[in-house]
């Protein structure tokens, strides 16, 4: 009886190890299955907060593009319009020049003389009267073909080649130069445009792979990093289209003053021109001083400055979003420049619920000429190290790099005096040699360094994550 109870005993004593590991094993995967959960529950989060962000950065940007797009086709079409004007003037130049060229060759090669027709060679005197009569009819015409002559030089000389023609060729080296600039800029909002379409197909293709799974994602693939290079992409677009905007209203500013010189030109042509037939013909010749007095009075300035003002330039609906945007009731170039070249971009979303932890620090750059970059580290749910570029205004530039948790290595240089400083590197095993990624950090204090490493220190041993190498 003794000997079955102490063998009860003895069975129950060595059941007591098994149960504690079969306990260990369920509470261990109890919490990895809560923290999967959990992760993929702040993935949702931020997914959706990402996608109410990108709707409204989209809709500001292509607001802001197809409204500079508008503007640059309407400046091109008034272009074109004034241009047909200018060219018509011009044909109207070369016909005179034909016209005038055209009477001279028939006054002095096709005419018949009349002075000959009756000059009597034996009694001059019986037709002395008609034969003067006849030669100074001849001598009539022979004075309007020199006029003819004058006045077609003087249109080819000093009107068309001196001023319009020689202004004309000036004004398209001018107009490429200013134009160059614009098709550059649209150039690359096109070439940003296709990025973030190639970005968002990413994000949003790991996002569904991600849904499928119903669990976090594979540790190589990082939703917060994609989520971060959709919005340095996006935040490019919006700086590119602010770039096209700006150019496009410095190209504007060039046009009107290239467009007042022109007009100006035309005006002065006219003038000289009308006042070159006044000297030939004569001023009471079908009233020149009146037409020559027309010309005088329009001002090239302020009807090409009408024709551009922002109420013929741009739509109503176009005009509204400008008073929305700049909050004045009236607007002018000041307050278009205002709205779209001052632009400011969409700042990301608050909430990060993918982004663990967050330190400002310093990444190390340059060969043997060392410096220092400033930088953000920052830990996300995926278990990554991101040393990411922020700007002056703390946009995001640029992922300078990627480390993964599990494959860190951390050391700790102990020859340095200054404690802030940490050396990061990820060895990735490989078929031959191992492959390593490296960076050196300098946190703003000692304190921002050691709070890093007991973060990273932290993690290998979490009950949830094994195989982490850490060295002091």
């Given at each position: ?278 000297e030939i013909y004569g001023k ?177 041993n979490s009950s949830i994550l ?7």
């Amino acid at each position: 009886m003794e000997n079955k109870e102490n063998q009860e005993s003895t069975e129950c004593k060595e059941k007591k190890p098994q149960d504690k590991m079969t306990t260990s094993t369920i509470d261990k995967a109890s919490f990895e299955k809560a923290y999967q959960e959990a992760i993929f529950s702040r993935k949702q989060e931020s997914f959706n907060n990402f996608q109410s962000w990108e709707a409204k950065r989209k809709l500001l940007a292509q607001n802001h593009k197809n409204i500079t797009n508008n503007m640059m086709t309407r400046i091109e079409k008034k272009l074109e319009w004034i241009d047909a004007g200018i060219d018509s003037v011009i044909k109207f130049f070369r016909d005179r020049i034909a016209q005038e060229e055209s009477y001279v060759k028939i006054m002095t090669q096709g005419l018949p003389q009349l002075g000959k027709a009756f000059s009597h060679e034996t009694h001059p005197e019986i037709f002395g009267n008609i034969a003067k009569a006849m030669t100074a009819c001849d001598e009539y015409h022979k004075k309007q073909s020199q006029n003819s002559a004058t006045m077609a030089k003087f249109i080819s000389s000093n009107i068309l080649d001196n001023l319009i023609i020689s202004s004309e060729k000036e004004y398209r080296k001018k107009l490429d130069k200013i134009r160059d600039p614009v098709i550059d800029a649209k150039k690359k909002v096109t070439a940003v445009g296709q990025e973030i379409a190639k970005v968002s197909q990413k994000y949003n293709k790991l996002y569904e792979e991600l849904q499928k799974k119903g669990k976090a994602t594979d540790k190589e693939k990082d939703l917060f990093k994609k989520e971060l290079e959709c919005v340095i992409v996006g935040q490019e677009e919006l700086k590119v289209i602010k770039a096209f905007a700006k150019s496009s209203m410095e190209f504007l500013n060039e046009v009107v003053k290239y467009l007042i010189v022109r007009l100006a030109n035309i005006q002065k042509a006219l003038t000289l021109y009308f006042q070159k037939c006044a000297e030939i013909y004569g001023k009471n010749a079908s009233n020149i001083d009146g037409v020559i007095k027309i010309f005088g009075s329009f001002k090239s300035d302020s009807d090409i400055e009408q024709y551009f003002a922002v109420q013929n330039t741009f739509s109503q609906e176009e005009i509204q979003y400008f008073i929305e945007r700049s909050g004045k009731s009236e607007i002018g170039y000041g307050e278009v420049y205002h709205v779209l070249v001052n632009l400011s971009t969409v700042k990301p979303p608050e909430q990060r619920p993918l982004l663990l932890k967050e330190w400002k620090a310093h990444r190390e750059t340059g060969g043997l000429l060392k410096s220092w970059k400033p930088a953000y580290v920052m830990v996300t749910a995926d278990a990554n190290v991101l040393v990411v570029e922020k700007n002056a205004e703390g946009d995001f530039e640029n992922i300078d790099l990627t480390l993964k948790m599990q494959r860190i290595k951390i050391q700790k240089n102990d020859e340095r005096r200054d404690r802030s400083i940490v050396d990061l590197a990820e060895i990735s095993p490989g078929l031959i040699l191992n492959s390593k990624k490296s960076v050196t950090l300098k946190f703003d204090n000692e304190d921002m360094a050691e709070e890093f490493l007991h973060y990273v220190y932290n993690y290998f041993n979490s009950s949830i994550l094994s195989n982490a190498q850490i060295q002091k």
